[in-house]
């Protein structure tokens, strides 16, 4: 029997792109030896995607549409045509050809020798500039710190997993505040790694606004490390040892509290800004449990094409 690959690919707003990623990613596809989908997640997009998509869907029976209520956010998506996907294979990428289809062959050749999570490793991306490119470097070497799992510097949102895989995403991984390139990366099974530039924007521009990857970043230590919650502890040691030396100070030069008043002040403002970023970051952890326990769905599907097939 053909094994079948599933290709999931996030939608927002892509009107400009998407007919162009059909059809290379379809030349692509055609040429891999395997039965293939292309399951596209429309996130609540707003422009012609929709149409383009629906339109897509009824020239070509292996297009598939999942069609959100509402814009759920990138994870969202990515896991909701996971849960859609019915491939031995899963390949995950973006709609604006920065993750190329030509990669795809490479990828198949990966699940042919047994591998069950391939990890797309970018090594250039010039078009995100250099802030961006830092700020991701940066982000990596700090999570790696903070976190007990490892994750590869310049792993992307494109990635391949197995059937296997997929089912455990599918049952165990439905936590509503995610990071799903992170839960790939560190879910076990046979894994390998392939390196990719990546291309010029076909189209469109970047949905993740400086905000929304700080927002991101933030959400990602937070599901990945406790650490910040025991920061707590640190500071009361530190406050503890100045208050040793003040005390070990007075007693050995016989004076009462040190002089000055910009010192006093100084400290003051030193504790309390220490105070308020624990208190911050409490509330963060808080915020996710309060999410959490809401128990609301990740997603909500509004309509499908060709799911049935």
Known sequence: MERLLSVVVSVYNEEEVLERFYRETSRVLEGIGWDYEIIFVNDGSADASPAILKRLARQDGRVKVVSFSRNFGHEAAMIAGIDHSSGDGIVCMDADLQHPPECIPDMIRCFEEGFQVISMVRTKNESAGWFKNLASKAFYKLINVLSDVRFEDGASDFFGISRKVASVLKENY???????????????FKRTSIEYEAGARAGGHSKYSIRKLFRLSVNTIVCFSDLPLKLGIYAGLLAGLMGAVV??????????????????????????????????????YIAVLFTELKDRPIYIVEETENLDR
């Not at 936590?175 to 076990?188: A, C, D, H, S, T």
């Not at 070990?248 to 003051?268: D, E, S």
């Not at 403002?269 to 308020?276: P, R, T």
């Open 174 to 188: 439905r936590e509503r505040i995610r990071f799903l390139r992170g839960y790939v990366q560190n879910i076990g």
């Open 247 to 284: 005390l070990v100070y007075t007693l050995f030069t016989r004076q009462g509290a040190p002089g000055g008043y910009a010192t006093i002040v100084v400290l003051l403002c030193f504790m309390f800004a220490v105070l308020f970023l624990l208190v911050g970051i409490i509330g963060e």
